[in-house]
């Protein structure tokens, strides 16, 4: 973390990452004092040390902070028209241009994929978009997070009412099983995600990526950090390959130049010719 960071909030923020893992410090600090300000207002306590103290005598009350920092909020169909326009102008396109002997082979990566729904949609839409055709076509489809607790909930696969938020369960419901009262996806769709504990900021980056999907993740992330990730993910693409960002996710400077507008408005972005930055700068 670049900026300074009040002794008593380090303390509290080693202690998030002791438990979950989870390295809060690198994220922006007036974005983790605005989060943390309104669960120590829950708890009528205003020093950090004190709220330290709520969390380690009330282990729960770590859940609820991690929800209030939105950390794994998501959803089915996430922005319905970012799907849409990626059916439409990316996979159905490209569908078309490897559909023969030797090139069916797909490439996806949904990076930052909290409890699943997001690559769950992209294995939906590509099971409507290559129909009986789906066992004849090689899938990568690997989604990753930093967090273990949210991807043992991806790869289990059952969700509540809150995650088909903009697309109903009911329009849904060939990719769903019912049981008490949960939606279970079904196996086909289920079995073509691979999740994977990944960290943006400092592990390896998978390569020959079709697609990267990495939407609402960077919200936590500096400029610096920004232009490290973009840099990686240029270089995880093929040339031609595309990604996309969520509607706050902005790239600038000398990156733009990288990337063309495939559909602006949905910030879909194709990587431009072989052209890589010259060096990442520090992820941290
Ligand atoms: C708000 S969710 C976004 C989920 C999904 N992409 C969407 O837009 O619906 C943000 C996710 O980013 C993950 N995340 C945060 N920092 C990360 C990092 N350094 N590396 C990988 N994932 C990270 C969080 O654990 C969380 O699950």
Known sequence: ???????????????????????CRKYKINFLERRLASRMRAHHVSDYQSYLYILKKHPEELDALLDNLTINLTYFFRDQSVFEALRKEVLA?????????????????SAGCATGEEPYSLAILLHQLLGAGLPHWDITLLATDLDEKALAKARAGVYDAFSFREVSAQELSPYFTIQNGRYHLVPEVKS??????HDLLGDSYPANMDVILCRNVLIYFTREQHDYIFTMFHRALKDGGVLVTGKTEIML???????????????IYRKVGGAVPSRPPASS
Do not use: S
């Open 93 to 109: 396109p490209l569908i078309r241009e490897r559909d023969h002997p030797g090139r069916r082979q797909l490439r996806l990566w």
């Open 253 to 267: 400077g000398p990156l733009a130049a990288c990337f063309k507008a495939v559909n602006l408005r949905e910030h």
């Open 1 to 23: 973390m670049e900026e300074h960071t009040p002794p008593e909030l380090e303390l509290l923020l080693r202690y998030i990452a002791q438990e979950r893992g989870i390295d």
């Open 192 to 197: 073509l995600v691979t999740f994977q504990r």
